[in-house]
């Protein structure tokens, strides 16, 4: 198995040969959403991301970021959810992460199972006091 380094330096140039031309760390970096120096802090060995920046990482190059890194992949559906909410207008955002604390915040205190039809119904109208409508 590869080590952190070694993967990222293999993803970089997959990258900047999909590219079809020379390109920098840095703009790696600003494609990944991560600062330069720490770029190049895990491509030397001298650092590990961590948190959010797994997430990034991940999002962008792969889920076998985790098993390199030892650690255990997260739900797919979640990491495409998060993925995706990065690139959500701001508007859509601000509603939807509310909505979102809401509906778990009654589902937990209902003592609902999330699959149950109630907490459905329950899901759907806190989602549409939010301005979503959801449907099915």
């Given at each position: ?19 079809g ?14 600062g ?41 559906a979640?990491?495409k959810m998060v ?6 207008p701001?508007?859509f ?14 589902i937990?205190q ?11 119904r329950?899901a759907?109208?806190?989602?549409e006091?939010w ?6």
């Open positions: 198995m590869k080590t952190l380094p070694e993967w990222l330096d293999q993803k970089y140039r997959d990258w900047e040969k999909a590219q031309s020379n390109q920098t760390y840095y703009t790696f970096a600003r494609f990944l959403d991560v330069h120096s720490s770029l190049t802090l895990w491509i030397s060995g001298s650092a590990v991301p961590d948190g959010d920046e797994i997430t990034r990482l991940a999002a962008k190059l792969g889920p076998e970021i985790y098993a390199i890194m030892d650690l255990t992949t997260p739900d797919s979640l990491d993925a995706g909410f990065r690139s959500l701001a508007a955002q601000s509603r939807l992460a509310p909505a979102t604390a809401e509906t778990a915040h009654a937990t209902g003592q609902l199972t999330s699959e149950s039809a109630d907490a459905k329950l759907a109208r806190i989602f006091k301005g979503f409508k959801i449907t099915g």
